[in-house]
T-cell receptor
Framework: ELKVEQNPLFLSMQEGKNYTIYCNYS?????LYWYRQDPGKSLESLFV?????AVKQEGRLMASLDTKARLSTLHITAAVHDLSATYFC????????????FGKGTKLSVKP | ETGVTQSPTHLIKTRGQQVTLRCSSQ?????VSWYQQALGQGPQFIFQ???????GRGNFPPRFSGLQFPNYSSELNVNALELDDSALYLC????????????FGQGTRLTVV
């Protein structure tokens, strides 16, 4: 059974600093997803990582996947307040899209 | 905006009651998945519907049931509501069950009192 663990669960950063969120998963996952969620809102898709060594970047966020280490990272560069949100990683179990297994999320707070 | 709409956005029910939540999938999408997100937790998979048939189910009791209609919209029904059913319910649609990306609706916040 796939299990997904994120750390840290809470992250307080200063604007302009860099940091990395880690996502470990327990068994093979076909894909790895990163989502953003603002308070009281739905999930916004950030990245879908499909293969070992995949790296994707959007603005100040960069995600990577190492399937051998069963590890994905979300790197934040020069954080700004607008990045404050909860970030989830999710793996897929059983092939079908519906079986996304989510981590508990990392609540990011970026302070001036 | 993902094109996936859910209704209602908020709902308050009493323990023991029944509730129906609705989801209109994005145009061209025949697959709808439902998730439950308790406060402070990640979403948990409830079940998926593909072309009007249940296509996978998570670890939820039978009082959680669903339907998908010919236009691929979907309903989630919960009977005999319990306090622990209070959560944000999210639906996600995709063109097929194996599509790389799913698109989530804005969610329905259910409070059971």
């Amino acid at each position: 059974e796939l299990k997904v663990e994120q750390n840290p669960l809470f992250l307080s950063m200063q604007e302009g600093k860099n940091y990395t969120i880690y996502c470990n998963y327990s068994t093979t996952s076909d894909r790895l997803y990163w989502y953003r969620q603002d308070p009281g809102k739905s999930l916004e898709s950030l990245f879908v990582l499909l293969s070992n060594g995949a790296v994707k970047q959007e603005g100040r966020l960069m995600a990577s996947l190492d399937t051998k280490a069963r590890l994905s990272t979300l790197h934040i560069t020069a954080a700004v307040h607008d990045l404050s949100a909860t970030y989830f990683c999710a793996g897929i179990y059983g092939g079908s899209q519906g079986n996304l297994i989510f981590g508990k999320g990392t609540k990011l707070s970026v302070k001036p | 905006e993902t094109g996936v709409t859910q209704s209602p956005t908020h709902l308050i029910k009493t323990r023991g009651q029944q509730v129906t939540l609705r989801c209109s999938s994005q145009s061209g999408h025949n697959t709808v998945s439902w998730y439950q997100q308790a406060l402070g937790q990640g979403p948990q998979f409830i079940f998926q519907y593909y072309r009007e048939e249940e296509n996978g189910r998570g670890n939820f009791p039978p009082r959680f049931s669903g339907l998908q209609f010919p236009n691929y919209s979907s309903e989630l029904n919960v009977n005999a509501l319990e306090l622990d059913d209070s959560a944000l319910y999210l639906c996600a649609s995709s063109p097929t069950p194996f599509w790389a990306e799913a698109f989530f609706g804005q969610g329905t916040r259910l409070t059971v009192v």
